[in-house]
């Protein structure tokens, strides 16, 4: 690792450190990198952990700032970005396929610049000069990025565009291909060539800026949210306000605003959209006896009990997201309530403030609190008939499974039908007529509707 010419020690702030523009944090010992916006408490966003041996490269964001907090015994050595020397690739290589792969999970962020992800790509690119054909989606034959200098045609990525002799490098990486928009001609290389000839620094300087101004988009889109957030809660304080002033006065109450009716907490929020993939429905008065200084578990607890459900803890352990479950509650390393929902054989992460959900994945899963929520029905209301009470909870839980069940039942049953059915027809018809091939054909069939009825045997065993 390079030494800072300076001759600074490193750094081991007990905060948060602001990354500057023009210089590459040298992490020692891990970190955690975060996007806040600026003057606002509680904005932070987890981006990344940033490994020991990595770097950070310092960037101007409009109205949000980046951030490094070293974890403990950690340190940080800030360095010019032209002073990196030798290491300059390898760092921009880190950072590059490290800041593209999070960049993708930003709410509010590039999925107009991310279209062409969806295509399958349908060319793998080389060092050297190479031909793209109109509509050739490129990736780079490795996990490592290439730099794609322009030649011919107009080629475009979710990191830049290449019209002209003029454009910077465009860096080009499986979750970044690069699409010939017509027959276009490319010069891809290394971060070592670019840096040999001395362009690296300036190439990166052009990826940093366009990080920059998605992060600038995401803190213009937060800012947005929260000052109707505010607004809001203006409403609410008027209505309230409004309220006790009639209640004192023995008039009748005005009303609710409208704008008032749609607040909600975030936590509310994310157990609402968890008991509506369970199929369950909250009712309006949910939140009543939620305490604001109370602990989440607390809170959420309360809630689900105001709807007749209950909360589980549970703790997200090794692929969790690779595994079927119910829906839970979990937060975000800021404190930020998600819901984490199934769906199919994959899960999808939702946030209370309206950003498109996400599919989770390793890199996802390591933004999220080890811990989260299950929601389940309660066991309750037996009255006077326990035994209606609990047919009516059994089948509510198992109605799918018992749905299978029966269904797996009836075709077996089916089948088994067919099997007297056709040695009956074998013993009275084929064999007596001679017709040696009919004889085949009734065998083989028979033989089919045995092995049947032998896996809708099992199947019906093992659930």
Not at 33 to 56: H, N, W
Not at 89 to 106: E, F, Q, T
Not at 275 to 285: K, V
Not at 338 to 343: K, R, S
Request: proline residues 8%.
């Amino acid at each position: 690792m390079p030494n800072d010419p300076r001759g600074a020690p490193p750094l081991a702030p007990a905060a948060f450190l602001t990354c500057e523009p023009g210089l590459a944090y040298l992490v020692r010992g891990g970190a955690d990198l975060f996007a806040g916006v600026a003057g606002r408490a509680g904005s932070l966003r987890l981006l990344a952990d940033i490994p020991d041996g990595e770097a950070v490269f310092g960037m101007e964001i409009a109205g949000a700032a980046l951030l490094l907090l070293p974890r403990p015994g950690a340190s940080l050595l800030p360095v010019p970005v032209e002073d990196l020397g030798a290491d300059l690739a390898r760092l921009a290589d880190a950072w590059v396929s490290r800041a593209v792969d999070r960049a993708r999970h930003l709410p509010h962020s590039v999925a107009r610049d991310l279209r062409v992800l969806d295509a399958p790509p349908t060319l793998i690119l080389a060092d050297g000069e190479g031909e793209l054909p109109a509509g050739a989606v490129a990736i780079p034959p490795g996990e490592r990025p290439l730099w794609c200098l322009w030649r011919q045609g107009r080629l475009t990525g979710p990191w830049g565009t290449l019209e002209g002799p003029g454009d910077a490098p465009v860096p080009v990486l499986r979750t970044a291909p690069l699409h010939a928009l017509d027959d276009g001609l490319v010069r891809a290389c290394a971060s070592e060539d670019l840096a040999r000839k001395g362009q690296l620094v300036a190439a990166l300087a052009a990826f940093n800026s366009r990080i920059a101004a998605r992060l600038g988009d995401w803190s213009a889109a937060e800012g947005a949210a929260f000052g109707v957030h505010l607004a809001r809660l203006a409403n609410a304080d008027a209505a309230a306000l409004t309220t006790a002033i009639d209640e004192l006065t023995e008039r009748p109450a005005s009303g609710v605003p409208e704008a008032a009716l749609g607040l909600e907490s975030p936590l509310l929020a994310a157990l609402r959209k968890v008991a509506q993939a369970a199929g369950a429905t909250l009712p309006p008065d949910a939140a009543r006896g939620g305490g604001e200084g109370e602990d989440d578990e607390e809170i959420l607890t309360v809630f689900a009990a105001n709807s007749g459900l209950r909360v589980r803890r549970v703790r997200l352990s090794g692929a969790w997201w690779k595994t079927d479950g119910e829906g839970m509650v979990g937060h975000l390393r800021d404190g930020t309530p998600v819901a984490l929902l199934p769906q199919g054989r994959s899960w999808r992460l939702w946030r209370p403030d309206g950003a498109p959900a996400v599919r989770i994945d390793a890199a996802v899963a390591g933004t999220l609190d080890e811990h989260a929520f299950v929601l389940y029905r309660g066991f309750e209301g037996t009255g006077d008939h326990p035994g209606r009470a609990l047919l009516r909870f059994v089948l509510t839980a198992t109605r799918r499974d018992m749905a299978l069940i029966g269904g797996v039942g009836l075709l077996a049953g089916l089948l088994g039908m067919a099997s007297p059915f056709l040695s009956g027809m074998l013993v009275q018809s084929v064999i007596p007529d001679g017709v040696r091939s009919e004889v085949a054909q009734v065998v083989i069939a028979m033989l089919a509707v045995s092995m049947g009825v032998m896996g809708f045997e099992l199947v019906r065993g093992l659930t």
